[in-house]
């Protein structure tokens, strides 16, 4: 698909989302969007699987037959099954029921099928418990299906789901869905969201241009003349990832092979899923990245807590856009953190410089770090002051880039 194409198909789907939330704010919209064209990423993504599995054997539909390929098989082949799944498990790490399938879900939205809802919650239900646990549990976790948003009752709640997946549905129709086409949409949609969220959208979106100097920063390489950049970055983390975007952005600059191992962390459920969704979606293998839910400034991510010196992860690179000047709730022994220790403790009215020491201590010596954060850490006094003099001294700062303000849409402040 072209490039015009793929900016098509997302302004197509964002028309859709405009046209169907009606009373429904952009939040609440947005995830069941996301996690529909997510979950017609997962079913082609499945079929085009099964279809290599079974080769020969994968039936043909009759014509006049509404059901999926797959269903068809399940309905003949019922003894088999479960090998089946075992080995789709095996090979893609999930498993999708014929009835669960995009395709069939579709169908039950265009003939307004009174299951719709019910087969949609046991369907995501199905892709959780079946699937590899650390990827896929509770991904679809904040798809409220049940939400009067949707309707008062079940029946209006129903319908409303099948107009909105009859739409997408038509929306995507009339384009050549690869991966890449699905995950450039919903990249674009989650812009588009970002925008109408107002401050809301900083928790989970960092624009494309920011997100783009960064990429480029921590993938320089000025001995490397002739591209600019660094082969190979063997692991990239990101502590405050929100839905992603900033990892994918890295990965873009790399190219899909260039980066060994991507992590990142996110505090919001809700983004934090959002994040693991659009990671498959851009192509990258669930074995490829790990995306942790939980607190970076209590520091809750096991595998960060590691205190031997030889086992504790270390990144090549570290991107970051994480919330400004941030109100905390530093614990009296926080002084002895591992990560402060050196440095210092941020005052509990702006965690900016802790979110920057976690960053910088999981870093490797010859790694970079690329943050934004306000302009207040350059000139605030008391433990900032501090913190700021001895990564100075200490020659661990090497470039600050002004930024304009009205760069993102959860504020107006200048930035660096």
């Known amino acids: 698909m072209t490039d015009s194409n793929q900016k098509q198909l997302g302004k197509t789907l964002w028309a859709i989302a405009d046209q169907l939330r009606g009373a429904m704010n952009a939040d609440d919209f947005r995830d069941y969007m996301l996690a529909f064209l997510f979950l017609r990423y997962l079913s082609d993504n499945y079929e085009t699987a099964a279809r290599k599995e079974l080769g020969r054997d994968y039936p043909a539909i009759p014509a006049g037959d509404p059901r999926v390929p797959l269903a068809i098989w399940y309905a003949n082949n019922p003894s088999d099954i479960a090998d089946f799944e075992k080995q789709m498990r095996r090979k893609v790490h999930y498993v999708i029921k014929p009835d669960h399938l995009w395709a069939n879900i579709a169908n039950l939205a265009r003939s307004q099928n009174a299951d719709l809802l019910d087969t949609l919650r046991d369907g995501f239900k199905y892709i959780e418990n079946e699937s590899f646990e650390s990827t896929f549990q509770g991904l679809f976790s904040e798809i409220n299906l049940g939400s009067e948003k949707l309707g008062k009752t079940h029946a209006d709640k129903n319908s409303t789901l099948c107009d909105i997946i009859k739409e997408i549905a038509k929306g995507l129709a009339d384009f050549s869905t690869d991966v890449d086409a699905l995950g450039d949409a919903y990249e674009y949609l989650i812009g588009q969201f ?223």
Not at 261 to 289: C, W
Not at 303 to 322: G, Q, S
Not at 330 to 354: E, L
């Open 194 to 416: 970002a925008a109408g969220s107002g401050k809301k959208a900083g928790e989970f979106y960092t624009p494309q241009q920011i997100s783009t100097i960064l990429s480029r920063i921590v993938t320089l390489d000025s001995q490397e003349p002739a591209t600019g950049k660094v082969p190979h970055l063997g692991s990239v983390f990101d502590f405050a990832c929100g839905s992603g975007s900033l990892l994918l952005n890295v990965r873009k600059q790399m190219g899909t092979h260039g980066i060994g191992r991507i992590s990142g962390q996110e505090k919001n459920i809700t983004t934090y899923n959002l994040a693991r969704m659009n990671m498959l979606l851009h192509g990258v293998k669930d074995t490829e990245f790990e995306i942790y839910h939980g607190d970076t400034l209590t520091n809750d991510w096991d595998i960060l807590r590691e205190t031997n010196p030889a086992k504790m992860p270390k990144f090549d690179a570290v991107v970051a856009n994480p919330p400004f000047s941030y109100r905390w709730e530093p614990k009296d022994d926080m002084g002895d953190d591992v990560r402060f220790k050196n440095h210092g403790v941020a005052p509990k009215s702006a965690a900016d410089f802790a979110f920057l020491l976690h960053g910088f201590h999981y870093l490797k010596d010859q790694g970079v770090m690329a943050i934004i954060l306000p302009h207040g850490v350059l000139f605030r006094g008391g433990a900032e002051e501090r913190i700021r003099t001895k990564l100075l001294k200490d020659g661990h700062i090497d470039t600050v880039i002004g930024l304009p303000a009205n760069l993102f849409y959860s504020t107006g402040i200048p930035v660096c």
